[in-house]
T-cell receptor, first 115, second 113 residues
Framework: EAGVAQSPRYKIIEKRQSVAFWCNPI?????LYWYQQILGQGPKLLIQ????????DSQLPKDRFSAERLKGVDSTLKIQPAKLEDSAVYLC?????????????FGAGTRLSVL | KQEVTQIPAALSVPEGENLVLNCSFT??????LQWFRQDPGKGLTSLLL?????REQTSGRLNASLDKSSGRSTLYIAASQPGDSATYLC????????????FGTGTRLKVLA
């Protein structure tokens, strides 16, 4: 099966500019996650969707970050305006609960540099 | 608040050694625990998932154990190879409702040929 697709792979912007990331999950996966991974740290969950509804966005900086998942498939994550501390890798993951398991499959990520 | 810690932060071993990576978590009320591998510039690959009712899982040269009462998990890698060099992350899922995962900071492993 095809994996989780993300684009772009790399993005360099200046602070106060806006940027958007795109994610296409594995076909049939109802749950989609966006994580932020700062260099040297583990991924931190920003937002989790179940189909096209938000399950958890408690760690999403809502004054500058927004995300949507239209029709319960593709998702976009937007940052406006960007700050220096937003420099990180943004990972998208999807999962399908089989039995009592929940294995997450990750995309390659988008590396964002804010100058 | 659940916190996940991984020790050591970095590890360098000669090829062929058996090694153990540690993961500890502060809240024992977890749903499951996953070990992931992350290669430089790449996403995460799931290695092993241990459900809360299980004590260990094995896949090839990898064995992961879980002790919920003490808040610990270990990942055992037998006969390490240079291709095992990567960052290893553990993550705990808190509830069966949201399946939200909390990640540790990872152990960066280098296996020397």
């Amino acid at each position: 099966e095809a994996g989780v697709a993300q684009s772009p792979r790399y993005k360099i912007i200046e602070k106060r500019q806006s940027v958007a990331f795109w994610c296409n999950p594995i076909s049939g996966h109802a749950t989609l996650y966006w994580y932020q991974q700062i260099l040297g740290q583990g991924p931190k969950l920003l937002i989790q969707f179940q189909n096209n509804g938000v399950v958890d966005d408690s760690q999403l900086p809502k004054d500058r970050f927004s995300a949507e998942r239209l029709k319960g498939v593709d998702s976009t994550l937007k940052i406006q305006p960007a700050k220096l501390e937003d420099s990180a890798v943004y990972l998208c993951a999807s999962s399908s609960v089989r039995g009592s398991k929940n294995i997450q499959y990750f995309g390659a990520g988008t590396r964002l540099s804010v100058l | 608040k659940q916190e996940v810690t991984q020790i050591p932060a970095a590890l360098s071993v000669p090829e062929g050694e058996n090694l153990v990576l540690n993961c500890s978590f502060t809240d024992s009320a977890i749903y499951n625990l996953q070990w992931f591998r992350q290669d430089p510039g790449k996403g995460l690959t799931s290695l092993l998932l241990i459900q809360s009712s299980q004590r260990e899982q094995t896949s090839g040269r990898l064995n992961a154990s879980l002790d919920k009462s003490s808040g610990r998990s270990t990942l055992y890698i037998a006969a390490s190879q240079p291709g095992d060099s990567a960052t290893y992350l553990c993550a705990v899922s808190l509830t069966s409702g949201t399946y939200k995962y909390i990640f540790g900071t990872g152990t960066r492993l280098k296996v020397l040929a």
